[in-house]
């Protein structure tokens, strides 16, 4: 079966990240792309106040309209996955199945801030700069990027751009439970755990309803472990 998968990135990165994953989805005969955000990554030029979650999730419907994309395994990473959660709330019958990667489980009216740990929220606020007028949050040393290879790691952090910090404060809306009745798959990084996420594997084992997949990879898995993250996309059930 033939399947066309839609990949989403994380904070500060773009459709660049998923290069090597998306590989090896179409050598084995799919169709698979990715979608930057506003503002970020290879849209750094659209930087601009007016950017938060809510324009990065009708940027993302328009396109999946506009190419008119059906029964889409759509993969969100890291804050990929939380505009990845909004889509399904959306246009739930496009959906044939939700990947989340390392990421959160988003509820409705709770901002990222207000879901991640508070020690970890404080040291993000102090970090916040004015870019093009704009607040965002910029991009983290290249020590904290979780990946082992120093020159991949260098060559990503060389690519990263500054977030809207809107995405992290506003509350987002969303009128149906996680996944909004669709199948999902989460997969977690164990090797290390991200900070960021703690608590969150074991609160996503806690729901039936998610299919659970860890893997021995540090957060930028798309980056450090392609081929893992592959094989658990080519293998998720139809």
């Given at each position: ?8 990135p ?6 660049w ?8 989805l ?13 503002g970020?990554?290879?849209r750094?030029?659209?930087?601009s ?9 009708a ?26 959660q ?41 970090l ?100 893992l ?10």
């Open positions: 079966m033939t399947r066309t998968y839609f990949c989403l994380g904070a500060w990165m773009g459709a990240t998923w290069q090597l994953v998306l590989e090896r179409t050598e084995a005969g799919h169709g698979a792309t990715a979608h930057s955000f506003p970020v990554g290879e750094a030029a659209e930087l106040p007016a950017l938060d979650n809510d324009v990065f999730l940027d993302t419907l328009q396109r999946i309209e506009r190419e008119n994309l059906r029964d889409i395994v759509l993969v969100g990473h890291s804050f990929g996955s939380l505009i990845a909004m889509v399904v709330d959306r246009m739930p019958e496009r959906i044939a199945h939700l990947v989340i990667i390392d990421g959160g489980i988003a509820q409705d009216g709770q901002s990222i801030f207000g879901r991640i740990p508070s020690h970890i929220v404080a040291k993000r606020k102090t916040v700069q004015t870019v093009n007028g704009t607040e965002v949050l910029p991009f983290a040393p290249v020590g904290s990027l979780i990946i082992d290879d120093p020159a991949l790691a260098a060559w990503t952090h060389r690519q990263l751009t500054p977030h809207p910090l809107a995405c992290y404060t506003k509350p987002i809306p969303l009128g149906h439970p996680a996944g909004n009745g669709r199948p999902m798959t989460y997969i977690a990084c164990t090797k290390p755990r991200y900070p960021v996420s703690a608590g969150m594997h074991e609160k996503v084992q806690a729901m039936p309803h998610i299919r659970f997949r860890p893997i021995e990879a540090g957060h930028n898995c798309i980056l450090s472990a392609p081929g993250v592959a094989n658990e996309l080519l293998e998720i059930p139809a």
